[in-house]
């Protein structure tokens, strides 16, 4: 049930002087028009994050990773001082010459999506990811679907520390995108499959399907991606400090961040690897798998990602919930399912109401061994069936 509740970077300059990166392939013939960097540089300035205008505290940096004679495609970057608690914020761009000069898109715009149907720099799965990054849906977690059908980011059957728990992408403000994570090999994974950016040193954007994309900062030792098609679990780099684009690190870490709709969203109540975060206090709160509860500083097993028909038992403090022969507790008794058990739903139909971790409902699931179970005691992401009725 749905829960209610490389490219080359420069070293930026001391003075904040806003700081221009251009790199075009060796492969392109055709020079850059004079006038893109200064297009998409104008256009980083005029935007706001954090609540503040981005010329107060932020350095551009433009990076072309693909051009021909009147298309670009590349990263676009808002820079803070290495150190500092100021987290970079990107963005990528596509941009199409025309009479009268560039027209450009990024992530988020209506113009990004348009453009990614037509440039023959995007590949077909580009093309096929972009569409659902269009900005025109409010960044509300896909409508109250919490599912995300993604792994933590380190290898499927090992534990990391959850050294912080959600916050924001720059820390303390809205929404609690983030988690700081780190442990065992120190090896970064991808939480889903889809398309790879660098976005900045040490900072890895991938774009996936249903709106999503996943944020790896402090990375060491990354890979250099440019729309590079990955798998889950595919390695991205090792936990790090890196800082180059802004911020700060005390210790090698991920901070991975949760994006929807080209805008990072609340981590809170999604389940990434088995595991639902719940915010708190910014870098406090806790993760759930069932009823088990770490808090940050303690260890999360990646079970790996949550099939979109399954839902993971949750006794609510409980151990076990029964299992009947159909959709209420005036059916018979079918034996038992420990909290915390991954299990695949067939169906559902409506019963008895009960009343769980994540509210009450009449809605039961119906197993993939014909048993039945009270969907309040079971996390799916949604607050209905997974699987259609029964």
């Known amino acids: 049930m749905r829960p209610s509740l490389r490219s080359a970077v420069p070293v930026l300059a001391a003075t904040g002087v806003a ?32 609540g503040r205008a981005a010329a107060e505290s932020r350095s551009p940096i433009v990076t072309i990773t693909r051009q021909d004679a009147d298309h670009a495609f590349g990263t676009a970057v808002l820079a803070g001082r290495p ?26 715009e209506p113009a990004f999506a348009a453009l990614a149907k037509e440039s023959p720099l995007t590949t077909t799965q580009e093309r096929t990811l972009f569409a659902d990054h269009d900005g025109d849906a409010t960044p509300a977690q896909a409508g109250g679907d919490y599912r995300t059908g993604m792994q933590l980011p380190w290898s499927a059957g090992t534990g990391w520390v959850m050294s912080g728990g959600p916050h924001g992408w720059g820390g303390g403000e809205l929404p609690y995108s983030s988690l700081d994570l780190h442990g065992g090999d120190q090896v970064v994974r991808a939480a889903r499959a889809g398309a790879a950016y660098t976005m900045c040193r040490g900072w890895l954007r991938v774009i996936h399907d249903r709106g999503y994309s996943t944020d790896y900062y402090h990375l060491w030792n990354n890979i250099s991606a440019n729309g590079l098609s990955v798998g889950a679990g595919a390695r991205l780099g090792d936990t790090g400090t890196d800082v180059t684009c802004g911020g700060s690190a005390s210790g090698r870490h991920v901070h991975f961040g949760l994006r929807q709709n080209s805008a990072y969203v609340g981590i809170n109540n999604h389940n990434i690897g088995g595991w639902v975060p719940i915010a708190g206090s910014a870098y406090g709160g806790y993760a759930l798998h069932g009823s088990t509860v770490r808090y940050p500083g303690g260890v999360l097993h990646n079970y790996g990602a949550l099939g979109f028909n399954q839902g993971i038992i949750d006794g609510n403090g409980g151990t076990v919930v029964n299992k009947r022969t159909g959709p209420g507790t005036g059916y018979g008794l079918a034996g038992t399912v420990n909290d915390g058990t991954r299990v695949t739903i ?45």
């Open 83 to 108: 150190g500092s608690k100021t987290k970079p914020h990107g963005w990528l761009f596509l941009a199409e010459r025309t009479a009268d000069g560039w027209t450009l898109g990024m992530e988020g």
């Open 19 to 50: 700081v221009v990166a251009l790199f075009v392939p060796t492969s392109s013939a055709t020079a850059e028009a004079p006038d893109l960097t200064a297009t998409v540089t104008q256009h980083l300035l005029g935007k706001q994050v954090d």
């Open 346 to 390: 067939s169906c559902s139909a409506n019963g008895t109401t009960h009343t769980g971790r994540w509210g009450s409902t009449s809605l039961w699931n119906r197993l993939s061994d014909g048993t039945w179970v009270t969907d309040a005691f079971m996390w799916t992401g949604l607050n209905g069936p997974v699987a259609g009725y029964c």
